[in-house]
């Protein structure tokens, strides 16, 4: 995570760039080395060889790389009063943070602000957007030359982001089998969990995503009645099956009651979201819930939920820093992620982002 900094230098090279076709070579290269774990990643979720994920691969890199050689210019003067490659670098990097590029939006610059103005806030990012600007001026030495000595002072005095007083996240090792045994033994295991951290004092445990599986009245019964007598609090991941598809969503339990918590904004394109089932009149997939319940409550602290994807983001994490969270809650179940460094990405996204707004961060995941 302390090397996020180094993508400040994209910009610099796509403005260097001598023509279009080299800009979006340039492009492609950091977008593809920075979502090098892709293909693996698709091959052990496919139980497939390499192909279709070096097909994924290229194709999600295809909105950035157009979006970047489309707003290249080598003549930034030329009927832009002289900051015509700032501003179509700002449209470059608004367009890739946000939907329906963002979509796709991996590794954006923007997130090496964690590193850069840690606790600086929304002061922060606007000072890390300042500086890619000027770096593709002719600035950009006294530019790299200021946010380098930001970034060795930022390494020398780094410190991780707290866990908040009372909450746990729990890792689990349970393999492509997290969610898909619906066996009273199976459950009964995470609540003996679940209980045994209670009982050392936390008042909030956070399981992966996917841990509980389908989301049911006798799921949501078992576990109230497992808790009972428990003070504590289980903000664990579920699916909820409709006619029309599914929902990938957190789930809040405690001895008293068993609802819905948060429902993903953004879901895993292509393997989870296919929206082009529902254009179809097929049904089925995971529904993204895009500017829906950006921050949601457990007990009296409000919290930013991040599953899986959306770490990976810019947009769903400054949606949720608008409504003023006071704590990151990140779950993932990255079993297909093995030999990747896909769950190492999503943590330090997640990290840079909490230090970023001084927010204490709960991680929880399934390898």
Request: net charge neutral; charged share 10%.
């Amino acid at each position: 995570m302390l090397a996020f900094p180094v993508t400040m230098l994209f910009p610099a090279l796509w403005a260097l760039s001598p023509s279009r076709v080299i800009a979006a070579l340039v492009s492609a290269g950091y977008f593809l080395s920075a979502s090098r774990g892709l293909p693996q990643g698709v091959a052990n979720f496919y139980s497939a060889d390499l192909g279709p994920g070096f097909l994924l691969w290229f194709a999600a890199s295809l909105s950035f790389v157009v979006v970047h050689a489309a707003l290249w210019t080598w003549h930034p003067g030329r009927g832009y009063s002289g900051i015509g490659r700032p501003v179509r670098y700002l449209a470059a990097a608004v367009l890739t943070g946000l939907p329906p590029f963002g979509i796709t939006g991996w590794a954006h610059p923007l997130t090496a602000a964690g590193v850069l103005f840690p606790g600086w806030g929304w002061w922060g990012l606007l000072a890390t957007a300042a500086g890619l600007l000027v770096m593709v001026t002719r600035y950009r030495p006294a530019a790299a030359i200021g946010l380098g000595g930001l970034w060795l002072w930022s390494t020398a005095t780094w410190t991780g982001p707290t866990l908040p007083e009372g909450w746990r996240g729990v890792d689990l090792e349970y393999g492509q089998m997290l969610g898909r045994d619906a066996s009273l033994e199976y459950h009964g295991a995470l609540v003996a969990t679940v209980r045994k951290a209670a009982a050392e004092g936390s008042r909030v445990v956070v399981l992966p995503e996917s841990a509980l599986g389908f989301w049911t009245p006798t799921v949501a019964r078992l576990w109230r009645e497992g808790l009972n007598g428990r003070d504590v609090t289980v903000v664990a991941g579920a699916d909820v099956i409709d006619v029309h598809g599914y929902d990938n969503v957190m789930v809040a339990v405690h001895s008293g009651a068993a609802d819905i918590l948060y429902k993903e904004r953004m879901p895993v394109p292509v393997s989870m979201w296919q929206p082009w089932l529902r254009w179809t009149g097929q049904g089925g997939g995971a529904k993204a819930h895009l500017f829906a319940n950006q921050v949601v409550e457990v007990g009296t602290t409000r919290i930013e939920p991040l599953i899986c994807y959306e770490q990976l983001l810019v947009w769903p994490v400054l949606q949720s820093m608008l409504h003023s969270p006071a704590v990151i809650v990140a779950t993932g179940n990255g079993w297909w992620t093995a030999g990747t460094s896909i769950i190492a990405i999503q943590k330090a996204s997640v990290t840079a982002w909490a230090k970023l707004f001084d927010l204490p961060v709960v991680m929880a995941f399934n390898t």
